[in-house]
């Protein structure tokens, strides 16, 4: 059984992004290459909160969710994407590069696909010892 995203008898501090609102290129239609639209993404990131071999408030100690926001629009701005599954499989990835986040949950939802849907789109949850089986 997987951890919590928080789970302090298993040293895992939870790190998020919530809610940001991005132009993308996304999609499978033809209209969808034409003209960018509008996805909310969500980061939640289980990270190692051991404090042993650093202070408790030293910076080498967390992830900085900067980084983790400017990864997140790096990736959304690098090319047209066929499919949300694929965008939130890239950013799952990017932020397991980082060895002290061991889960990964991202939900990338379309805003404006349905006038009676606030959104659609997926969620994935991801770790670590996923990155050593692929």
């Known amino acids: 059984m997987a951890p919590s995203i928080a789970d302090r008898a298993a040293g895992i501090r939870h790190v998020f992004l919530r809610d940001m609102v991005i132009p993308a290129s996304i999609g499978i239609y033809p209209h969808e290459h034409d003209a960018k639209q509008r996805v909310r993404i969500n980061v939640d990131l289980g990270v190692d909160d051991s404090a042993e071999a650093v202070g408790?408030?030293?910076?080498?100690?967390?992830?900085?969710?900067?980084?983790?926001?400017?990864g997140v629009r790096a990736i959304v701005a690098s090319g047209h994407v066929r499919l949300v599954e694929t965008l939130a499989e890239r950013i799952a990835t990017a932020c397991l590069s980082d060895k002290r986040v061991r889960m990964a949950r991202i939900r990338v939802e379309k805003l404006d696909i349905f006038a009676d849907a606030a959104s659609a789109g997926v969620e994935i949850e991801r770790y670590q010892r996923d990155l050593s089986t692929s």
């Open 56 to 70: 408790p408030d030293e910076l080498p100690r967390v992830v900085d969710y900067e980084k983790v926001a400017n």
